[in-house]
């Protein structure tokens, strides 16, 4: 379903994605880690037609990404939700609703059991972050759609809507949508992904089919010294690719890369 041949994207003469090619069959989910400035979102914006590649191509469902028929088939869930601060939460799933053909009475009965179930009518400038999140994956996957993205969906959640995503995800899952996760929290995901793809610098360094060991076991075994994700660092001061010089385990190739160098 997903096919990216060759893709690059340059901000300027600043490589964030390079020469990166990646095909997805229906069904599959895939994870996408990497460190602060990898590149993952670059990546997830190209497959939701957000983005033109600078060169290579991006098709959906034998379509290029940003036509009307991938956009038919996908739902991205942006880190930060794209949403009409001055509308309520309401008018906001009535009006992807509408424009998806759905019925809206069906759509806000999925507010239930979340944060929002009882904000119907707040304005959404009003609601957390959190809050945002569940409404940006609500507007999302209106359309029940055969391709899911999924950019940092958990950052911002409760523990009880995180296992209510944890529970839509293995529902999509089963019900064979393929489902494209970047995350920071690769364990969230054990048990649920068969693909893992490592971006470094811009680039596809590792992509292996999971075969039944976890994601995390996998990142561990690929990237033993967590140098790829920065693991084992804290919350804060986390570095990113840029800020990172020295012995970090990063190969030389993809130093060059981040500088923009083909
Ligand atoms: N709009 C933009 N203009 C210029 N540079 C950008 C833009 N968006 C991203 N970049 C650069 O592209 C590179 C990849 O960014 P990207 O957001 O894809 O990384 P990421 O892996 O998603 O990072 P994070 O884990 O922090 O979300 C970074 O060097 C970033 O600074």
């Known amino acids: 379903m997903i096919h990216v041949d060759s893709a690059t994207v340059r901000y300027g003469d600043r490589a964030a994605l390079t020469d990166a090619s990646l095909s997805v069959a229906s069904g599959e989910f895939l994870c996408l880690v990497g460190r602060n400035g990898s590149g993952k979102t670059t990546l997830l914006r190209l497959l939701a037609g957000l ?11 034998g379509h290029p990404a940003a036509h009307r028929q991938s956009r038919a088939v996908r739902g991205f869930l942006q880190a930060e939700p794209p949403l009409y601060e001055y509308l309520t939460v309401a008018e906001q799933l009535t009006l992807v609703a509408k424009l998806y053909g759905r019925a809206p009475a069906q759509v806000l009965d999925r507010l239930a059991g979340t944060a929002l179930a009882d904000r119907r009518h707040a304005l959404v400038r009003e609601l ?10 609500i507007a999302a996957t209106v359309h029940d759609p055969a391709l899911i993205l999924l950019d940092e969906p958990t950052n911002a959640l409760d523990a ?28 969230w995901a054990d048990g649920l992904a068969d693909r893992l793809v490592v971006l470094s610098a811009g680039r596809v360094l590792h992509d292996v089919a999971l075969d039944g060991e976890t994601a995390t076991a996998a990142l561990r075994r690929l990237d033993p010294s967590g140098a790829l994700t920065a693991r084992g660092e804290g919350p804060t001061g986390l570095p990113t690719e840029e800020s990172v010089e020295g012995p970090t385990g990063l190969p030389t190739e993809d130093k060059t890369a981040e500088a923009g160098t083909p």
């Open 51 to 61: 983005l033109e590649p600078t060169a290579g191509t991006v098709r959906i469902g």
């Open 128 to 137: 957390s972050l959190g809050m945002r999140k569940q409404l940006g994956l």
């Open 160 to 187: 009880t809507a995180v296992a209510a995503l944890r529970e839509a995800v293995e529902r999509w899952h089963r019900e064979g949508r393929l489902i494209v996760l970047c995350t920071h929290d690769l364990a």
